[in-house]
Structures are given as structure tokens and as C-alpha cells.
């Protein structure tokens, strides 16, 4: 067990988290805000290199910084603040702006819960084949800002119907287009010794990026709520105001992530064509592997003689190779299943 990794990773990301919620009642230029933000960074790359120098790290460098596998964290983690900003911000604005109940507030997200399920299906299962991650992804990314972008219109008075479905269903839609390709992605060609790591990744990218998220904005938005009580005159809707002003600031904020998601899409994950090779790869690459390659050192057996009956040496039996299955909620990690080897061709003399 790699016991400085596990320590490392946990501290660091505990300081940052710590320090962008602390900010939400301190401030920015609070010691302990500066201190923990600080301190999370330095215990971060303290993490790295502790990870350079394990014989058996908590997370091989070697994954992440894989160009195919790094841009899919990345859009799963920036996705993981968005989505957990959109459910935390919009539930306060049906509930404490709009009076809208516990209950009907849930129901009211259902639209978009089912865009995802359609969207992931649909694009893990028939998109991801034909377009490629780079497609999708990106392209979810320019529904999520899209949606995002129609939240920042809202007011006291607004409607369900009229400025939240919308964009609920156009970002359902996205975020389906990014988790499930994202998580395939996230799994395509890596080597059998990592596939563990590899996909554990896919939720930690998620659940870091909500903690972040949440604390991040949250900052933001109550800032920006403070700024316009300070600016503007009281009067009985100016709280309500105040707080949705606040909410459709961290809405900016969450559009302008996704529009780096984005370019980063573009400019990281593959096309169709190379998603195919990292797979064809992987799936390669165990049968490839003979006794000989996997033992540099072993001394090559001798010969055996002309008189002598060769003997009859089954071959072993081939590894299977994984790929990963369409996954269709955002919560799930990936899951990788045998897929059944081609029939081995008969060769001359055999």
C-alpha cells in the first residue's frame, strides 16, 4: 500500500476544498483560506513526486498522462462541476426564490435525468462507434455551455417552463454526450495492470471536481448575492434578487467551464479512427506476449534432437481481451467485460 500517496492525495485535496468553502464565510484574503489553498497545492505536488519515486503508487503517473485518458478526466471533471452546481443552485432557486416544495423540486429535475439516459445510451451504444469521443464530448460541452448560458436569464419572475426546462433538457442531453463517452474513453487501450486505476479514476475525477465545484461557487455566488444587496436598494424582492443574482453568476461561471472543456475536447481526445487503434491495441497486445518476452532473463531450452519425438504442447489458452460497456448513469464506473477472441487461423504444417 502506497501510505505517503493515499496521505498526500487525501491532505491536499481535503486543504483545497477547505479553503474555497472557508472563503464562502472569511473571504478571499483570509489567512486560513490563502494558508489552505496554499498548503493543498504544495501537499499536491508533493504527491506527484512521492509517486515518481514509489515502487507501487497509489496512482501511476503513466495513466494520467496518457494524451487519450487525460483529456477524458478532465471533461468528466469539469462536467462533475457543473452538474453538481446546476442541481445545488437550481434547487435553491425553486425552493427559497420560486416556493417550490421539496418534492416538486425533485420531480422537476426528472426531465433532465431522463435526457441523460437517452443521451448516454444513445451515444455510447450507436454514436460513439461512428463519431468518436472527440465529437460527442465536444459537442456536449457546447450543449452544457448553451444551457448554462440559458440559466443566466433568470429573474424573480421567471417560469419553469419557459426559462429552466429548456435548458435542463438541452444540458441532460450534454452531460449524457460527455459521461458515457468519457468513461469508455477513460478505459480505451490502457494496460491490464492499470485497468483498475484507470477506471477508479473516472469517479474520483467526478466526486473531486463536485467538491471543488460546490465550495468554489458557492463562494461566488454569495459573494456576488453580497455585492448586490451592498449596490442596490432594499425593498421586498431584493433578497430574492440578491440570491438569484448570485446564482445566475455561478451559472457564468459553469458556462465559461464548459466552454474550456471544450477546446480542451478538441485539442486532447481522439478521433473514431484512434479510439479504434488504442482498442485493437489492447486487445492485441496480451496474445502478442510470448513466454519468452515476458521473461527477459530466462535462458532459451535447448534444442530438441532430429531423432527425438517432439513432444505434443498444448498452447495457453489466450487472455481475453477487455473493452469497456456503455455506462448510463454519471455515478457508475466503467465496467469491462471479456470480449471473445477471433478464431486463431490454422497455419501451414499445423
Known amino acids: 500500500m502506497d501510505w505517503p500517496g493515499a496521505v498526500l492525495a487525501c491532505a491536499g485535496l481535503f486543504l483545497i476544498v477547505f479553503g474555497f468553502s472557508h472563503a464562502e464565510s472569511a473571504g478571499w484574503a483570509a489567512t486560513l483560506t490563502i494558508a489552505s489553498l496554499a498548503g493543498g497545492v504544495v501537499l499536491l505536488a508533493g504527491f506527484v513526486a512521492a509517486e515518481r519515486r514509489s515502487s507501487h503508487p497509489l496512482l501511476p503517473l503513466r495513466v494520467i498522462l ?5 483529456g477524458a478526466y ?3 471533471f469539469i462536467t462533475g462541476i457543473a452538474i453538481f452546481a446546476t442541481f445545488l443552485f437550481l434547487t435553491y432557486y425553486l425552493q427559497e426564490v420560486k416556493a417550490e416544495s421539496p418534492l416538486a423540486t425533485g420531480l422537476l429535475f426528472l426531465p433532465m435525468v431522463g435526457c441523460i439516459l437517452i443521451s448516454s445510451n444513445l451515444s ?3 454514436l460513439l462507434p461512428r463519431l468518436g469521443p472527440r465529437v460527442l464530448i465536444a459537442t456536449g460541452m457546447l450543449l452544457g455551455t448553451a444551457g448554462m448560458a440559458y440559466l443566466t436569464r433568470l429573474g424573480v419572475t421567471s417560469s419553469y417552463v419557459s426559462d429552466v426546462l429548456p435548458a435542463l433538457l438541452v444540458m441532460g442531453l450534454g452531460f449524457g454526450m460527455i459521461f458515457a463517452p468519457a468513461i469508455n ?10 485497468s483498475g486505476v484507470a477506471s477508479a479514476l473516472v469517479n474520483t475525477m467526478q466526486q473531486v471536481g463536485g467538491s471543488i465545484g460546490v465550495s468554489a461557487l458557492s463562494t461566488i455566488a454569495l459573494s456576488a448575492t453580497a ?11 431584493a433578497p430574492a434578487a440578491a440570491a438569484t443574482h448570485g446564482y445566475t453568476t455561478a451559472f457564468t461561471v459553469s458556462a465559461a467551464l464548459f466552454g474550456v472543456g471544450f477546446v480542451l475536447a478538441i485539442v486532447l481526445l481522439p478521433s473514431k479512427h484512434r479510439l479504434a487503434e488504442l482498442r485493437n491495441a ?6 502478442a506476449a510470448s513466454p519468452a518476452a515476458a521473461s527477459p532473463g530466462a535462458v532459451p531450452a535447448a534444442a530438441p534432437s532430429a531423432a527425438a519425438p517432439s513432444p505434443v504442447v498444448p498452447a495457453p489458452a489466450p487472455q481475453p481481451a477487455f473493452e469497456a460497456i456503455p455506462v448510463a448513469l454519471c455515478s457508475c464506473s466503467p465496467i469491462v467485460i471479456a470480449a471473445p477472441e477471433p478464431a486463431a487461423t490454422p497455419t501451414q504444417g499445423q
Open 185 to 194: 474513453t477513460a478505459t480505451a487501450g490502457v494496460a491490464r495492470e492499470d
Open 282 to 287: 489492447a486487445a492485441a497486445s496480451p496474445a
Open 66 to 70: 496518457d494524451r487519450t485518458r487525460g
Open 74 to 76: 478532465v471533461s468528466v
Open 124 to 126: 455510447s451504444i450507436a
Open 227 to 237: 455585492s448586490y444587496l451592498v449596490s442596490h436598494h432594499t425593498g421586498s424582492l
